[in-house]
């Protein structure tokens, strides 16, 4: 191998190492994330939201969506309303009752975006 070959392979060996974190990364972009949900507990349409996971879309918009799927919620039943279809987006929902209150987890699907919401709400 000439000593010109050896530098152009060296370089190209370079270059594509620096560009394998930064690939890396965009992927990461779309990949799941749990939400920090602190000063959010109470103001998302529930008594409490206590967890929020979602899948290629960001935290912002996941408020948003449980927002919009409580209100869904509240429009078809009240407190004990269910949503199975907002918009583009479907649902399935489990729930464990108690005398006062449920705790639940919906999760709700549009394409390959996805959010699960885990929460608690009085009735």
């Keep these: 191998m000439t000593r010109k070959a050896f530098l152009m392979l060296a370089v ?3 270059a594509l190492a620096v560009a394998a974190p930064a690939a890396s990364g965009a992927a990461q972009a779309h990949a799941s994330a ?5 000063g959010f ?3 998302l349409g529930a008594s409490y939201v206590y967890r929020l996971t979602v899948t290629r879309i960001s935290c912002r918009t996941g408020r948003s969506l449980v ?3 409580n209100a869904c919620r509240r429009r078809n039943g009240g407190a004990d309303g269910r ?3 907002f918009g583009t987006w479907r ?6 009752t108690s005398r006062y209150q449920f705790d639940a987890t919906a999760s709700c699907r549009s394409g390959v975006r996805r959010f699960v919401v885990a929460y608690t ?3």
Aim: hydrophobic share 25%; with cysteine; aromatic share 12%.
């Design 91 to 96: 649902c399935t929902e489990f729930r464990r």
């Design 83 to 85: 949503c199975p279809r």
């Design 41 to 43: 507990y109470r103001s």
């Design 12 to 14: 190209a060996l370079a």
């Design 67 to 69: 927002r919009s799927y």
């Design 34 to 38: 749990t939400c920090k949900l602190a």
């Design 121 to 123: 709400q009085n009735t």
